[in-house]
């Protein structure tokens, strides 16, 4: 039985138990019987003592399942200690085969008997761990629920419970987000300390050139400079920016303060079907008009200008995030009190003098979180920049010249086979580290500004 047809078994299951819970305790309380909690609490514990143990083992058993077939299929076809000593890119190259094996396609080169009494253990192993996992997760289905019919009654504090799992559940996915960081910063700091093996940490941080060199020995070819791709990106993020909040927060305020209803219904949602376009669309049209017309334009009053330039990217790049800044510091500012503004109005300020001295500083730290946001959208953008800027890992100051940036570098270092043994693909993970420190700082920046300029009212 496959995992998505026990899935469905169990829901089904499930279903039954909060039906049986929810009907049961409904009669009783019609009769007249004094209930603790709820019909749809009884129901719902009936449900989760029926789900909880099914699903957990049903998970743990899907986790384990395929390593432990995988060392008893690989034992019968060589001692343990040669299976120790295989790499986890033999074994799945090895698993591959001999399921290719099983399943009768036939492979490339002569079998061995050994494959072919492999293959078939591997079929016998995974049919019995198929039929085990599905009579076990059923029994403990069934077990709860019949668990959950001898410990029922009236008194059973059913939401006393019932808000117990909630609430883990909560903080459960709360601490997702948290872990899934952790791991995130774990994985990329230990690759990270991998590269700093070949390149000094401070010819990376400040070297002044890109030219990685890109071979398939483990030696430390060409220079990792980080400087360059750094001042690339932080030059498109600027020019992004600068095109991106003026606009932003002047079409917020226009729709918060001065729009009527019916324009705000018809200009917020076109400026959000912004944020629906794919970037790979931003940098074709980037690419094929904005560079040129730039380049045309520049020519008019004699200045050199690419059209595949930091420029272009910027600008692009800036149109692409301008709804991230309208769209939240709109609903940032439609949600100051409308006391506050009547308030400065009643006491003889013009309605621009409200919104500046009032309705702004009020709104600050959601319109900060919103230029954050962009910020941190320009920073980690890849596709725009990959046709739009030119890919020139030269550190300068002159935007209307190309330029790369920290997230084409990490595409370019992942593009093609790699196996992460020397620095021309290890390089990718520092680059992504410093993009997460980058943020961090964004982020310390931005709480110091809130916390600086916010204003309290009562």
């Known amino acids: 039985m496959s995992n998505l047809v026990l899935i469905l078994v169990l829901l089904t299951l499930v279903g039954v138990a909060y039906q049986w819970g929810l ?13 603790h909690s709820r019909p749809t609490y009884h129901g719902a514990l009936v449900a989760i003592w029926c789900a909880v143990p099914a699903f957990l083992v049903l998970g743990l058993w899907s986790l384990f399942e395929s390593t432990i077939v995988e060392y008893l299929v690989l034992s019968s076809m060589s001692s343990a200690a040669a299976v120790a000593e295989m790499t986890t890119q033999e074994k799945l190259i090895q698993m591959r085969r001999l399921a290719a094996i099983a399943s009768g396609f036939g492979v490339e080169g002569f079998v061995q008997q050994a494959e072919t009494v492999a293959a078939a253990q591997l079929n016998r192993l995974n049919g019995i761990a198929g039929m085990a996992k599905a009579v076990l997760v059923l029994a403990l289905a069934i077990f709860g629920l019949l668990y959950a019919k001898s410990r029922y009654s009236p008194e059973l504090r059913a939401r006393n419970h019932v808000e117990r799992v909630v609430s883990f559940l909560l ?22 300390l991998r590269f700093f ?61 001065y729009a009527s209803s019916r324009t705000r219904s018809i200009v917020k949602p076109t400026i959000e079907v912004l944020a629906g376009i794919p970037t790979i669309v931003y940098g074709v049209f980037a690419m ?33 995030i301008i709804p991230f800044v309208s769209s939240l510091s709109d609903d940032i500012i439609t949600q100051v009190p409308r006391t506050m503004r009547d308030g400065s109005l009643g006491l003889g300020a013009t309605k621009s003098e409200t919104i500046r001295q009032v309705v702004l500083p009020a709104a600050l730290p959601g319109i900060v979180g919103a230029f954050l946001l962009a ?26 010249e190309a330029v790369s940036t920290v997230t084409v570098s990490i595409v370019n270092a992942l593009t093609g086979d790699s196996d992460f043994a020397g620095p021309q693909s290890l390089v990718a993970f520092a680059l992504g580290i410093t993009l997460f420190a980058i943020t961090l700082v964004l982020n310390v920046i931005a709480l110091f500004i809130v916390r600086r300029y916010r204003e309290q009212y009562e």
């Open 197 to 257: 093996e070949f390149v000094s940490p401070i010819d990376f941080f400040f070297g002044t050139t890109w030219n990685p060199g890109f071979s398939t020995t483990g030696n430390s070819n060409g220079d990792f400079g980080l400087l360059p791709l750094l001042w690339g990106t932080l030059m498109i993020s600027f020019i992004a920016l600068a095109v991106a909040i003026p606009v932003g927060l002047m079409t917020a305020i226009y729709l918060a303060e």
């Open 288 to 320: 094929m008009v904005i560079g040129p017309f730039f380049s045309q334009m520049g020519a008019l009053v004699g200045i050199d200008i690419r059209a595949t330039s930091a420029l272009t990217a910027g600008v692009v790049m800036g149109i692409m």
């Open 171 to 192: 903080a459960l996915c709360s601490g997702i987000a948290i872990l899934t960081t952790i791991g995130i910063v774990v994985s990329m700091v230990g690759e990270t």
């Open 23 to 35: 009907s049961r305790s409904k009669q009783q309380q019609f009769s007249g019987v004094r209930m």
């Open 375 to 400: 910020a941190s959208r320009a920073i980690g953008e890849t596709m725009i920049v990959v046709l739009a800027a030119g890919n020139s890992p030269v550190l300068h100051a002159n935007p209307f």
